[in-house]
């Protein structure tokens, strides 16, 4: 075993130690050291998906969350109801910057947050009249809406409201439709199983509902993209530059008739691999679409996943593949030559939601940074799979880890930047560590393809190199309390 194994290895017993016996053994299936031994073990995984420890700090979401805030809201077209106590609704009025096409509140909702706002008295005697009086209200204020879903907060789980029955009744009485998604918080260990429950619905409502009136042979849809930023406006470029015709974006920028089209794809592209893998498995099983994972996070893997993407069809979109690469390519070596020098070398921590723990990687590594620690919030077995095989030799891998270890890790690491999310941002600045938001971009993006790598490579250069942290203490200098 390398001497960087073994560094990594006691980095993180260290780090552990402080824990009782019970937790620190518990907290030690969650952190492996990339090894080669690791990347060619078909079996090994560090321990995910599973419940976060009681009394820790924890950066995952709930159920709720992941329904509500990544499956269904980026719809555009329809009406997304957080059907519970006010609070996850105001929770979720700062959305992920779903970039969408389309008048707000006319035919466009995705900045919109409709709660049904329970109290006291809807917790005793049930909230079915409430939501009934409340998708009424929305059929008339919003005429174009061309659909409702109903996405329920804890309470009305506890409480056994039948929200079926009322969006069935309510879809007959409305004419559009009204889709119960029983998303409860509580329900599963994270927002992972929000996401599945997310997709149940769409499959149980919505797919294979509409007709696409002309196929052509070069129909792909876009799935797992939120649009944060204008993503997968930025992706929807190049591959209809090459010769594809986008027919569905599930969900960013998406609409209702998307999902009921999609089946009419020839191939679906799934970008975030966690929250929409059940959906093109399926879409395959069921209709016999074929499927496959693509990064266009930096050049190289844009690069990548394009011929392969171009792979699955003639040679005519081969030919524009190419074309499409040389296109840009020049523009991409123009950027690494202007930021690289001044990111080489700097070393990056991650800790985020979907697939971006590892999708980002070749993106980093394109500007000469280095991953040093990297792991997700909600991840599953083959999520830590995948990652393997993208991380060099030593780097720090984990799940769900705790606020303390985050903060602890930094430090030991000397790292030159972390990327996680809005809950981490601003203990790290207090730090005096560097930090992006990788959830929703710290208000900038695209960051996906050729046009989101020039932003994604200014914004690092801009976080890390900016003269305020000369301001601040070193994160060496700054004590994290246990």
Same mark, same amino acid.
């Given at each position: 075993?390398?001497?960087?194994?073994?560094?990594?290895?006691?980095?993180?017993?260290?780090?552990?130690?402080?824990?009782?016996?019970?937790?620190?053994?518990?907290r030690t299936?969650?952190?492996?050291?990339?090894?080669?031994?690791?990347v060619?073990?078909?079996?090994?995984?560090?321990?995910?998906?599973?419940?976060?420890?009681?009394?820790?700090?924890?950066?995952?979401g709930?159920?709720?969350?992941?329904?509500?805030?990544?499956?269904?809201?980026?719809?555009?077209?329809m009406?997304?109801?957080?059907?519970?106590?006010?609070?996850?609704?105001?929770?979720?009025?700062?959305?992920?910057?779903?970039?969408?096409?389309?008048? /707000?509140?006319?035919?466009?909702?995705?900045?919109?947050?409709?709660?049904?706002?329970?109290?006291?008295?809807?917790i005793?005697?049930?909230?079915?009249?409430?939501?009934?009086?409340?998708?009424?209200?929305?059929?008339e %204020?919003?005429?174009?809406?061309?659909?409702?879903? @109903?996405?329920?907060?804890?309470?009305?789980?506890?409480?056994?409201?039948?929200?079926?029955?009322?969006?069935?009744?309510?879809?007959?009485? /409305?004419?559009?439709?009204?889709?119960? @998604?029983?998303?409860?918080?509580?329900?599963?260990?994270?927002?992972?199983?929000?996401?599945?429950?997310?997709?149940?619905?769409?499959?149980?409502?919505?797919?294979?509902?509409?007709?696409?009136?002309?196929?052509?042979?070069?129909?792909?849809?876009?799935?797992?993209?939120?649009?944060?930023?204008?993503?997968?406006?930025?992706?929807?470029?190049?591959?209809?530059? %090459?010769?594809?015709?986008?027919?569905?974006?599930?969900?960013?920028?998406?609409?209702?008739?998307?999902?009921?089209?999609?089946?009419?794809?020839?191939?679906?592209?799934?970008?975030?691999?966690?929250?929409?893998?059940?959906?093109?498995?399926? %879409?395959?099983?069921?209709?016999?679409?074929?499927?496959?994972?693509?990064?266009f996070?930096?050049?190289?893997? *844009?690069?990548?996943?394009?011929?392969?993407?171009?792979?699955?069809?003639?040679?005519?979109?081969?030919? $524009?593949?190419?074309?499409?690469?040389?296109?840009?390519?020049?523009?991409?070596?123009?950027?690494?030559?202007?930021?690289?020098?001044?990111?080489?070398?700097?070393?990056? %921590?991650?800790?985020?939601?979907?697939?971006?723990?590892?999708? *980002?990687?070749?993106?980093?590594?394109?500007?000469?940074?280095?991953?040093?620690?990297?792991?997700y919030e909600?991840?599953?077995?083959?999520?830590?799979? $995948?990652?393997?095989?993208?991380?060099?030799?030593? *780097?720090?891998?984990?799940?769900?880890?705790?606020?303390?270890?985050?903060?602890?890790?930094?430090?030991?690491?000397?790292i030159?930047?972390?990327?996680?999310?809005?809950?981490?941002?601003?203990?790290?600045?207090?730090?005096?560590?560097?930090?992006?938001?990788?959830?929703?971009?710290?208000?900038?993006?695209?960051?996906?393809?050729?046009?989101?790598?020039?932003?994604?490579?200014?914004?690092?250069?801009?976080?890390?190199?900016?003269?305020?942290?000369?301001?601040?203490?070193?994160?060496?200098? @700054?004590?994290?309390?246990?």
């Amino acid at each position: 075993m390398s001497s960087i194994v073994d560094k990594g290895k006691q980095i993180v017993e260290e780090i552990l130690e402080v824990y009782p016996q019970k937790s620190k053994k518990d907290r030690t299936k969650h952190f492996e050291i990339a090894d080669e031994e690791l990347v060619n073990c078909g079996t090994c995984s560090i321990k995910s998906n599973m419940k976060s420890r009681p009394g820790v700090m924890t950066a995952r979401g709930c159920a709720y969350a992941g329904s509500k805030g990544v499956v269904w809201g980026p719809i555009k077209d329809m009406v997304h109801i957080s059907h519970g106590p006010i609070g996850c609704g105001q929770y979720s009025w700062g959305t992920r910057r779903n970039y969408a096409n389309g008048v /707000l509140g006319i035919n466009n909702f995705t900045a919109m947050q409709i709660t049904s706002n329970f109290q006291e008295k809807d917790i005793v005697f049930g909230g079915d009249k409430k939501l009934e009086v409340i998708c009424r209200e929305i059929k008339e %204020m919003f005429p174009l809406a061309k659909g409702i879903s @109903v996405q329920s907060e804890c309470p009305v789980g506890l409480i056994g409201d039948d929200i079926g029955a009322v969006a069935k009744k309510m879809t007959e009485e /409305l004419g559009i439709p009204v889709i119960p @998604v029983r998303c409860e918080g509580f329900r599963g260990v994270s927002q992972s199983l929000g996401h599945h429950i997310a997709n149940d619905a769409i499959r149980d409502f919505l797919m294979g509902r509409r007709e696409l009136q002309e196929c052509g042979p070069y129909d792909v849809s876009i799935i797992g993209d939120y649009n944060i930023g204008g993503d997968a406006w930025a992706s929807r470029i190049l591959l209809e530059e %090459m010769g594809l015709r986008v027919i569905a974006q599930w969900s960013g920028d998406g609409t209702i008739n998307e999902l009921g089209i999609a089946h009419k794809s020839r191939l679906n592209l799934i970008h975030c691999h966690r929250s929409m893998n059940y959906m093109c498995t399926t %879409m395959e099983q069921e209709y016999g679409i074929p499927w496959m994972e693509y990064n266009f996070f930096g050049p190289t893997k *844009t690069v990548e996943s394009l011929r392969a993407i171009a792979a699955r069809f003639d040679e005519t979109i081969q030919e $524009k593949c190419e074309q499409v690469i040389a296109q840009y390519m020049p523009q991409m070596e123009e950027v690494i030559r202007k930021y690289r020098p001044r990111l080489e070398g700097k070393k990056v %921590m991650l800790l985020i939601g979907g697939l971006r723990a590892r999708h *980002t990687i070749g993106a980093y590594e394109d500007l000469g940074m280095e991953i040093v620690a990297t792991g997700y919030e909600f991840a599953h077995k083959d999520d830590y799979e $995948k990652t393997y095989p993208d991380v060099k030799e030593g *780097t720090i891998l984990y799940d769900d880890p705790t606020a303390y270890e985050l903060e602890e890790l930094a430090q030991r690491l000397n790292i030159d930047l972390m990327g996680a999310g809005v809950k981490e941002k601003y203990v790290y600045h207090k730090m005096g560590i560097p930090f992006r938001q990788m959830h929703s971009w710290d208000y900038s993006g695209p960051y996906h393809g050729f046009d989101g790598f020039k932003i994604f490579a200014r914004d690092m250069d801009m976080t890390i190199n900016s003269p305020v942290w000369s301001l601040l203490p070193s994160q060496q200098n @700054v004590e994290v309390s246990v």
